[in-house]
């Protein structure tokens, strides 16, 4: 229970209103039951040691960011319909926490579990989960000070990325709220920032580079996934966060060159494997590309492959996204690729009767 006292004297958030400030029955105050430990291994991951701010405001400001840039986001919840996970449910994902570490993918409800858990360990702070939603949908969670007040939304995007990609891309953060002590958090998280994520990666404009295969004056519209999504697997940058980097790349393009659709391929076992699949335009025709986003490989995909996987189960879009599923698939035509003559078949597994 956090101290009544510093909450009348100090506490200028509450969990019942939403982002905004304003009071919404969807918003409510979370707590488990039953406490959990962090993973050992998630802890040295995290490097806590290594933090230098010696303020509650620094020091939760610093964890914060380094919470997004470790821990990676499943991209399987998009799936969620579809398989049976404990990432799925607050409830049952509670039951895996303790497993979470830098390689294992989780969702807002772990991450703002593992996070609430570590902020309440500053002294000096003092945070709480906040649960979204009349069945739980989301959580994100909330942390004050005697000088700052914080709504904190990591893995929601803002402007394209959430801030566990922007952590991860090198992207000042956008998730952090504030509703009191404004001036020392954006002091703040433009110095701790600049410092963590100086090195981190390259530039939207070295990344767009990559994707142009040959010089604009030659070819403008020839797009090549795969060295782009290699280059971003060489620096640790996950799928869910290529995704979003695909995506916002797609907006900067007066006449966009590609098509994205989330997709998974259901496995024996059914399981759901998330996929990006991209179609490339060159030259009116087009070519299709599957970006595994759990190991970040890029696979070859042909049009009859696509329609046949779908036609089977073997392959569905993320939950109700049959839309972009039908404007995607709507311009493919066999006849049509660019070159289907070296494509490859999906190999899903046989499903168990």
């Not at 707590?31 to 291994?41: A, G, L, R, W």
């Not at 998280?189 to 580079?209: E, F, G, P």
């Not at 179609?279 to 696979?299: A, F, G, P, T, W």
Request: hydrophobic share 35%; aromatic share 10%.
């Amino acid at each position: 229970m956090y101290n009544k006292l510093l909450e009348t004297k100090f506490y200028r958030f509450d969990p019942v209103c939403n982002r905004s400030g304003e009071v919404s029955r969807y918003h409510h105050r979370f707590i488990d039951k039953e406490d959990f430990t962090i993973n050992p291994t998630l802890l040295k991951e995290l490097n806590l040691e290594s933090c230098r701010e010696t303020t509650p405001e620094g020091r939760a400001v610093w964890l914060y960011l380094r919470l997004c840039q470790v821990l990676k986001y499943d991209e399987g919840y998009f799936f969620n319909s579809h398989r049976n996970h404990p990432n799925d449910d607050p409830y049952q994902s509670f039951k895996i926490v303790g497993d979470v570490t830098a390689e294992t993918p989780t969702t807002c409800f772990n991450f703002s579990r593992i996070a609430v858990k570590l902020l309440n360990q500053i002294p000096g702070v003092h945070a709480l989960m906040i649960s979204v939603g009349d069945n739980l949908g989301h959580f994100r969670f909330g942390y004050y000070t005697d000088k700052v007040s914080v709504d904190a939304e990591p893995t929601t995007p803002v402007e394209h990325f959430n801030d566990m990609a922007r952590a991860k891309l090198g992207i000042k953060p956008q998730g952090l709220k504030t509703f009191y002590g404004e001036t020392l958090m954006q002091e703040l998280i433009q110095r701790i920032s600049s410092a963590m994520l100086l090195k981190t990666r390259r530039s939207m404009r070295d990344y767009m580079s990559w994707l142009r295969q040959t010089p604009i004056n030659q070819q403008p519209t020839q797009i090549d996934i795969e060295p782009l999504v290699n280059n971003l697997k060489q620096h640790g940058v996950d799928g869910t966060s290529t995704v979003q980097l695909l995506v916002n790349m797609n907006h900067q393009f007066t006449q966009p060159p590609y098509q994205l659709l989330r997709a998974g391929i259901v496995t024996a076992d059914n399981k759901v494997e998330p996929q990006l699949l991209v179609c490339e335009k060159i030259r009116e025709r087009i070519r299709l590309r599957r970006i595994s986003l759990n190991d970040m490989q890029v696979k070859k995909l042909s049009v009859v492959a696509f329609d046949q996987a779908f036609t089977r189960g073997e392959m569905i879009y993320s939950d109700e996204d049959i839309d972009n599923y039908l404007s995607f698939s709507s311009g493919l035509n066999p006849e049509n690729e660019y070159d289907a003559q070296d494509m490859t078949q999906i190999n899903v597994p046989e499903r168990e009767m």
